[in-house]
């Protein structure tokens, strides 16, 4: 199996005037294609920062990060937007979607952003497409604020998809939802796995974490355990 | 092209969303293009208005005034010489070639009686060629004749003012009246000029042959000025050129200090155009102030909206939005805001000049080039106000602007 992220030494240091925080120190972490991975930790423990680097909104400040073979710890902002769009798609605690924006707009947006790829099907029928496979083909024509919290993540999750990314990433997914809809929304999570996209998801939840199969604990910015979740 | 199409929806929904904020901003625009539109083209209608009135009065017409005199020492300026007489225009008339007619002119001022009523006028004693230089024309009756003027006959055209004031709405012509102590009969009636250039009444005016006005009225020996008109507009520098040089033979001129001075009337045109235009520019440019106030306004609005939508740009940018992509979005915001604050500008522009038109009665002209200047100057402002915002924006850290609240 091939591995989609590979870090090296990783690591992010923040100024905050005098004082450097270090958010990551030396990481190194590989993820193969097709793994479903769950990140825990407390908060302030870097695994927000960790999230933020493999989704390429971050840099890291040393150390090296290959994405699908690419190394892109060194590239422009630019180059790491162009990256988002092809090859990572991102589902927010809070959903982010744009009010007053159709579900079906929404899920549109990202298609425009795509330039590494053309896609030969048109945006807007990938978006219905994308709608379908979260099971929201009838409620296209809607705004999020006539959507519940279950199938406004399921938009999101859409949106993340439209643009056939590679990598999933999930930053605290059922954070704002019941715990029946965290179950929906991880069912989802577990047919696209299925389908050989590759999942990671930032919780705090352990019955949460427990839909993956592999869960990483990060603490202090070191990864302290990295264990396989056996079923 | 794709692209720009779906910022350009992106962009109108936004600005759709809030109405009352979208037109209170644009209103600036508004008023600003509309005040840009609306001052060129009363400018220009004000241009036209002075061609029109001074192009009246024959615009290859030359003046030949006497110069200023002095006495003792004393300057006694313009026109105190008596240094033009009539046979100045027998030799006009026989050494230019370049002139297609010539008059003198003498003036009299007097009380015009008649009909039991009176009215204080100008009387202008003129040759034949007068009429045809100042491209006069009758609206009764006939001119006098070359005959009239060998004679000296006591006959007059009047103007449509006196005809009106004196004679009412019955026929003057042939009609008798007195001028001073003079008996004299009308012959013609001459057509409505209205305003001069300078504002006085065309209208008010009598005209009788140059030798009964010298002779019977005046008294005087000398002619107040000579009016050519040159073959055409081209040759008016050779033909003046030429008058000079007969006038300064004929009054035995030597030296630099010619007893006379030519005038023509692309000089006063000229003038009078190039004072229009530089109010008109001058109106313009405070117009274009207030196109710059409602620039100034448009921006504060897209920082304003950049701040509101720092969310939406980070949720753009973990999307993949490039920065430019995110710059051309609010450029092309702020640049549609502009434009159709720039459209409904020129239809206020366009409504207030009919309306200028058909209340205060004045002259407007609206040309193409102007709107479009004035719509590419908002579209213009658009950019240039924009660009900071949306810079702004596009410089926004993702991390951050996902989690600003």
């Not at chain 1, 030494?9 to 005037?17: I, T």
């Not at chain 2, 400018?43 to 009135?53: S, Y």
């Not at chain 2, 000398?222 to 000079?244: D, F, G, K, P, Y």
């Not at chain 2, 590419?376 to 989690?403: H, Q, T």
Request: glycine share 8%; charged share 20%; net charge positive.
């Amino acid at each position: 199996m091939s591995s989609i992220i590979q870090m090296h030494r990783l690591s992010k240091v923040y100024s905050l005037g005098e004082s450097q925080v270090h958010a990551l120190r030396s990481v190194d972490l590989t993820i193969h294609q097709g793994e479903f991975v769950a990140i825990m930790g407390p908060s302030g423990s870097g695994k927000s920062t960790l999230m933020n680097i493999i989704g390429c909104l971050d840099q890291p400040t040393a150390g090296e990060y290959h994405l699908q073979g690419q190394r892109v710890d060194r590239m422009r902002r630019s180059e790491l937007a162009d990256i988002r769009a092809a090859t990572i798609g991102f589902v927010f605690q809070g959903f982010n979607l744009l009010s007053r924006t159709s579900a079906l707009e929404n899920v549109e947006i990202p298609t425009q952003y795509l330039r590494r790829r053309k896609l030969t099907e048109s945006p807007r029928s990938r978006a219905i497409e994308a709608l379908q496979r979260v099971g929201l083909q009838d409620r296209m024509h809607h705004v999020p604020s006539q959507l519940s919290g279950g199938q406004q993540q399921r938009v999101a999750i859409a949106r993340s998809l439209v643009n056939q990314p590679s990598l999933l990433l999930a930053d605290e997914p059922t954070g704002n939802l019941d715990s029946t809809t965290s179950e929906e929304i991880m069912d989802v999570f577990h047919n696209l796995n299925a389908q050989g996209i590759t999942v990671v998801m930032v919780t705090h939840e352990q019955d949460i974490a427990q839909h993956a199969k592999r869960i990483l604990v990060v603490r202090d910015g070191i990864i302290v355990s990295d264990t396989a979740v056996v079923k | 092209m794709k692209f720009l199409l779906t910022t350009l929806r992106t962009a109108l929904r936004n600005i759709l969303r809030n109405r009352m904020r979208t037109l209170l901003t644009m209103l600036g625009i508004i008023i600003g293009v509309a005040a840009v539109i609306i001052m060129v083209s009363v400018g220009k209608g004000a241009e036209a208005d002075i061609n029109q009135r001074i192009g009246a009065l024959g615009s290859n017409v030359l003046m030949v005034r006497p110069g200023g005199s002095s006495s003792h020492g004393v300057r006694l300026g313009a026109d105190s010489w008596q240094s033009l007489k009539l046979k100045d225009i027998d030799a006009l008339k026989k050494h230019c070639t370049q002139i297609a007619a010539v008059s003198g002119l003498v003036r009299a001022n007097g009380q015009f009686v008649a009909n039991g009523t009176n009215w204080p006028t100008n009387m202008e004693g003129a040759n034949v060629e007068y009429f045809e230089i100042r491209q006069l024309k009758l609206s009764s009756g006939s001119f006098f004749t070359e005959r009239d003027v060998r004679t000296s006959r006591k006959v007059a055209v009047i103007g449509a003012t006196i005809a009106q004031e004196v004679f009412g709405d019955s026929d003057p012509v042939g009609q008798q009246f007195r001028f001073g102590k003079q008996p004299m009969t009308v012959v013609g009636v001459l057509a409505s000029r209205g305003q001069s250039g300078m504002g006085g009444d065309q209208d008010d005016i009598v005209i009788a042959p140059i030798t009964t006005v010298f002779f019977r009225i005046a008294g005087d020996s000398h002619l107040n000025q000579i009016i050519a008109s040159a073959n055409s507009r081209e040759v008016m520098a050779a033909a003046q050129e030429e008058m000079t040089t007969v006038l300064r033979k004929e009054h035995k001129v030597r030296g630099e200090n010619d007893d006379f001075s030519i005038r023509n009337q692309s000089d006063i045109l000229e003038a009078a155009t190039s004072m229009s235009r530089t109010l008109t520019m001058l109106l313009s440019a405070i117009a274009a102030v207030s196109l710059l106030v409602g620039g100034i306004g448009i921006m504060n609005i897209m920082l304003v909206s950049v701040t509101e939508r720092t969310r939406e740009i980070g949720i753009r940018m973990a999307l993949g939005a490039r920065g430019i992509d995110i710059l051309l979005q609010f450029l092309i915001e702020a640049v549609v805001l502009c434009s159709l604050g720039g459209l409904a500008g020129i239809a206020l522009a366009l409504s207030a000049c009919k309306v200028l038109e058909q209340t205060v009665g004045m002259n407007t002209i609206l040309d193409i080039t102007t709107i479009l200047f004035a719509f590419g100057f908002s579209a213009m402002v658009g950019v240039f106000f924009g660009f900071y915002p949306a810079r702004k924006a596009a410089g926004l850290n993702p991390i951050d602007a996902l989690r600003y609240e």
